[in-house]
């Protein structure tokens, strides 16, 4: 901290845009803040536009300018998952596409790494990724060729290695205020269990009622108007 503070904000980004008329929503629960020695941190969640706001720290204590403090986010996500019949001429596909860092830090990153553990594919088939870096809506991406090798991009300036059961990240270099890191992992389909139906209707449902609603009345309403 440069200034006296009492904590942080982390925005989550769990609400997008799929194109087809229709929202997407990633459920995120289970939230619990604790600092580098376990103890846990106050925190109030709340929802501010697509995104989930963490509040982490005690309004009534003030962190003095050159405090360093940690803190250690965990959750449990549902949702974050994609199944494609057919990708790009890939297929059947799982994946996952998640914003690491999300995009609204009004300060610097220092340093970014990431790492997705999944279940091991045999001999590394149907596996590929993308790095996404930059500020919102960048196009600047790190396509990642060959298992169990680091590589690097200039561009996003990043450093990748896709193995047959992991996948890290590391960006070479600090992240402006405003800008994020994105990952993208395809893994064959069978990998990754699928929610059921009644579960996916359910997702579906809660991310989109205000949309869907107007149609759920929209008979009823006219049933009265012909009464």
């Not at 799982?94 to 995009?103: A, K």
């Not at 600047?140 to 590589?151: D, G, I, K, R, S």
């Not at 890191?181 to 269990?193: E, H, S, W, Y």
Request: charged share 20%.
């Amino acid at each position: 901290f440069n200034e006296s503070r009492r904590g942080i904000f982390r925005f989550i980004p769990v609400d997008y845009e799929t194109g087809k008329g229709f929202n997407r929503r990633i459920l995120i629960d289970n939230i619990m803040v604790s600092d580098d020695q376990s103890n846990i941190q106050t925190t109030k969640v709340t929802r501010e536009g697509p995104n989930v706001k963490i509040r982490i720290g005690d309004e009534r204590v003030f962190l003095a300018p050159g405090t360093s403090r940690t803190y250690i986010i965990r959750y449990k996500c549902r949702g974050m998952m994609n199944w494609f019949e057919e990708n790009d001429g890939w297929g059947p596909t799982s994946e996952l596409y998640w914003n690491v860092t999300g995009d609204e830090w009004d300060t610097t990153i220092r340093s970014a790494t990431c790492r997705v553990a999944f279940p091991t594919a045999p001999d590394g088939k149907g596996l590929r990724a993308k790095i996404f870096a930059g500020p919102y809506g960048s196009r600047m991406n790190q396509v990642v060729h060959t298992l169990n090798t680091p590589e690097t991009d200039s561009e996003t300036q990043t450093t990748a290695t896709l193995g047959s059961s992991s996948f890290e990240v590391k960006r070479n270099t600090e992240l402006p205020s405003y800008s994020g890191l994105t990952v993208v992992l395809d893994m064959p389909a069978d990998l990754i269990d699928q929610p059921t139906l009644a579960q996916h209707v359910a997702d579906l449902l809660r991310a989109n009622l205000g949309f869907l609603l107007p149609l759920l009345f929209f008979p009823f309403l006219l049933f009265i108007w012909h009464q």
